[in-house]
């Protein structure tokens, strides 16, 4: 028996307070957006299934459409706008410069609200990581930005043989145990720190080390944490990547990756959980 007043697990309903606030967020984040040269832009809710390739997933909502393609509902905004920009609307406009606002959707019934931003052909993720502290600070939020660099397990992993999967969720006293520079990475955790270390590295870590640093040179944020051996998988960022995170919720995540041939930086927003957060302070 299904209640009136239920409603299906892992969607949203937005009223009164929390739509305003949800409304206020999104606000302050377009005019943030517009002032630096970001256009808007909105996907269609259906794709079709093959489109995702690059980033297929059990977790999507799919059924047959016309012609009985498989289509599937919004699981991931960052593919489709690089999709569409680049194949269907570049003959159009050369901007590079977006963003969007809307949910996606995953199974079997998961509904996140984002606000995502994509700077196609950007080599540096500087611009990029300010502008997600910008808009946290005109949200008042200052949550903790952790710098990471996808590349530096991998490379360490291939160094020493193993599988990556080991510098997820790692055990850091055994991994530490296999090499000295993996003990000194492991203990990284200020701007200070990665300077120090760095001159201890072997080559094959060195460019990607410098990579971290030179991108937190221009990001004046002082809650900033450095993971070097950080490794989180199942995603597109291949490169440097951050998190922005308040107690254990990811507010905002971003960072380098090729889509459809196009190297470019990017974030999301997740401004359900940021909604959850001005709640508890304004009731507090």
């Not at 009136?4 to 206020?24: I, V």
């Not at 256009?39 to 995702?52: G, V």
């Not at 996140?112 to 196609?120: K, M, N, P, S």
């Not at 990756?257 to 974030?267: D, H, L």
């Amino acid at each position: 028996m299904i209640l009136d007043h239920e409603l299906p697990q892992g969607s949203k309903l937005y009223f009164g307070k929390s739509a305003r606030l949800k409304r206020d967020i999104e606000s302050k984040a377009t005019k943030i957006l517009y002032e630096n040269d970001y256009k808007e832009i909105t996907t269609p809710i259906f794709s079709f299934l093959n489109h995702q390739g690059d980033f297929s997933n059990r977790d999507m909502i799919y059924f047959s459409g016309e012609d009985n393609h498989q289509i599937v509902l919004r699981y991931d905004s960052t593919i489709d706008v690089m999709r569409i920009i680049t194949k269907r609307i570049a003959r159009s406009t050369s901007h590079k410069k977006w963003f969007y606002i809307q949910p996606v959707y995953g199974y079997p019934t998961t509904e996140l609200h984002q606000i995502g931003a994509e700077f196609l052909d950007s080599i540096s993720l500087t611009p990029v990581m300010g502008l997600s502290t910008m808009i946290m600070n005109a949200l008042g939020l200052r949550p903790l930005l952790q710098i990471c660099n996808q590349k530096i397990p991998l490379l360490c992993a291939q160094h020493l043989n193993i599988d990556i999967q080991e510098f997820n969720n790692p055990d850091v006293e055994r991994i530490a145990s296999k090499e000295y520079f993996l003990k000194e990475l492991i203990e990284v955790n200020t701007k200070q720190d990665l300077e120090r270390c760095i001159k201890n590295m072997p080559n094959f870590l060195t460019k990607e080390l410098e990579a971290m640093l030179e991108c937190a040179s221009f990001c004046e944020y002082e809650e900033s944490i450095f993971s070097p051996l950080f490794y989180a998988p199942g995603h597109y960022y291949d490169d440097l990547f951050y998190r922005m995170i308040s107690g254990n919720t990811i507010l905002v995540i971003g960072g380098k990756y090729t889509i459809s041939q196009t190297p470019s930086c990017g974030f999301a927003i997740y401004t359900d959980s940021i909604v959850d957060i001005l709640l508890k302070q304004s009731s507090n």
